[in-house]
């Protein structure tokens, strides 16, 4: 029988024969995809779902959107190689010009791109090599609550330390600093207040001699952090950072894998607070769709000598020209504002959810890259933040949103923030919609954990 003609259950279940015990998402999201166009997905059963996950962010303009597939189509059809190493191409060339078109001149004027195997965390290592390579120095300054990906030094940097802690041997020399998260202050303040202290705790840290904190390589963060639950770092905040590392000569790496293109309401979202950082990490959207991820930084940094840094698949052709179809498309249509209105009109029907709900203790993020964080009151939390993360709650709303049509993924402390990615072409009656069901999710989640608690009263 061919797997066309199979339900979701009986591929299901060959997956869980097959594959390894690390896989994720089919835990929670029981589903096998037959076919999906836009904001959509159709499953093998025949239900269709509205993708607020579209591959955690990496499908920007959505499944199989014509401008991409004729792109990709172009290059299969004229013959053109698909593979070139670091050899350069006219895809690749247009692909370079779309991609430093879409960033600030006074990032792009002088900047140096370096296409690594096609892992954002791929392009993360690489700036590590780099800005370790440029200064001389060892230590990395990363961030509490911080995802940069799953290799060694990417996972290193990694703020869940339950992700880290049956690996051994991770790259050392690496700090954490707080992040400014409103709901939950490390200094339990929040507002201006807390990301003031946030800002002079890493200043102080960078003056003290007795910090033990040699000279740092340099320092990464997400303007927007997204695994952590769609936490916005504060403009005013990331303005002092890059005043702190500018006079330091300390290289500043921002991660937009996730938050870049437009997903924020600005093409790149650094761009929210007017600054120009030392390195870009980007992947996810910026191969529409395909595995590619480029570093790109201050050529004052280039000096790898020849064969630093490679990686096999840094040549794929196919996903230049995705990638260009891809970037070309969101500056054509100005997709960054898009987001940022849909965006606005789904945070605000997420809040009149909030509003109605108690267990609802925070509703955040910029453009189409928000997060609904689920709380217990009645737990006894010792924590930042006022109420203790309820990741059951959590996943009992996921759960109810999946069988209502809508997919969502879980991030942030215990898993107890829905988090939402859809496409930057979903509509606003779309976004209504997701907004709708995940309205009656919630009602239905809340009414089933009452009716236990009732039972087991």
């Known amino acids: 029988m061919s797997y066309l003609d199979r339900g979701n259950d009986a591929i299901l279940a060959q997956q869980t024969v097959r594959e390894s015990n690390a896989r994720t998402y089919p835990r929670h999201l029981p589903m096998a995809i037959r076919e999906a166009h836009g904001a959509t997905v159709t499953d093998m059963d ?3 779902y509205y993708d607020c996950l579209a591959g955690a962010g990496t499908l920007a303009l959505g499944h199989n959107h014509p401008r991409v597939v004729d792109a990709m189509e172009r290059v299969l059809d004229a013959g053109r190689p698909l593979h070139t190493l670091d050899i350069t191409t006219p895809a690749k060339e247009r692909f370079v010009d779309s991609l430093f078109d879409s960033l600030p001149s006074a990032f792009s004027d002088s900047a140096k791109v370096q296409f690594c ?41 990694m703020g869940d330390t339950d992700a880290k802690e049956p690996v051994t041997g991770l790259m050392n020399d690496v700090h954490h600093l707080p992040y400014p998260y409103d709901y939950r202050c490390p200094f339990d303040a929040g507002g201006e207040e807390g990301h003031q202290l946030a800002s002079r705790y890493v200043e102080n840290l960078l003056e003290d001699p007795e910090s033990g904190i040699t000279e740092p390589a340099g320092m990464i963060l997400e303007p927007v952090q997204g695994e952590a639950g769609a936490v916005p770092a504060p403009d005013a905040w990331l303005r002092e950072i ?16 996730q ?3 437009g997903r924020t309401g600005e093409m790149y979202a650094f761009e929210h607070a007017d600054i120009t950082p030392d390195v870009v990490t ?25 064969g630093a840094h490679a990686g096999t698949f840094r040549g794929n052709q196919l ?5 260009e179809a891809t970037i070309d498309y969101v500056l054509e249509n100005d997709l960054d504002d898009h987001a940022a209105d849909v965006g606005a009109r789904l945070c605000d029907r997420l809040e009149s959810t909030a509003d109605r709900f108690d267990v609802v203790g925070d509703v955040r993020g910029r453009g189409l890259m928000l997060g609904v964080e689920f709380v217990d009151e009645d737990a006894d939390w010792r924590g930042a933040g006022p109420y203790a993360p309820d990741g059951d709650l959590a996943e009992a709303v996921q759960a109810e949103c ?19 990615l859809p496409p930057l072409i979903v509509s606003k009656e779309q ?16 009414n089933g954990q009452r009716r236990t608690q009732e039972v087991t009263a």
Do not use: C
């Open 259 to 261: 938050a870049g293109l």
């Open 46 to 48: 025949g239900n269709e």
């Open 319 to 323: 996903a230049m020209a995705a990638g």
């Open 117 to 157: 195997s096609p892992a954002g965390t791929d392009a993360v290592e690489a700036a590590l090599k780099l800005v370790k390579t440029a200064t001389g120095n060892r230590s990395v300054l990363g961030f509490q609550g911080a995802y940069h990906g799953m290799t060694n030094g990417a996972l290193a940097l």
């Open 431 to 446: 976004a209504d919609d997701v907004a709708a069901i995940f309205d009656e999710a919630v009602t239905a989640a809340v």
């Open 282 to 306: 980007l992947s996810k959207a910026v191969g529409g769709g395909l595995p590619l991820a480029v570093v790109v930084y201050d050529e004052s940094l280039d000096v790898w000598e020849p």
């Open 242 to 257: 890059r005043r702190i590392t500018r006079e330091r000569d300390v290289p500043l790496i921002l991660d937009e894998i």
């Open 402 to 420: 999946f069988d209502r049509g809508l997919i969502v993924e879980l991030g942030g402390r215990e898993s107890a923030t829905a988090r939402f």
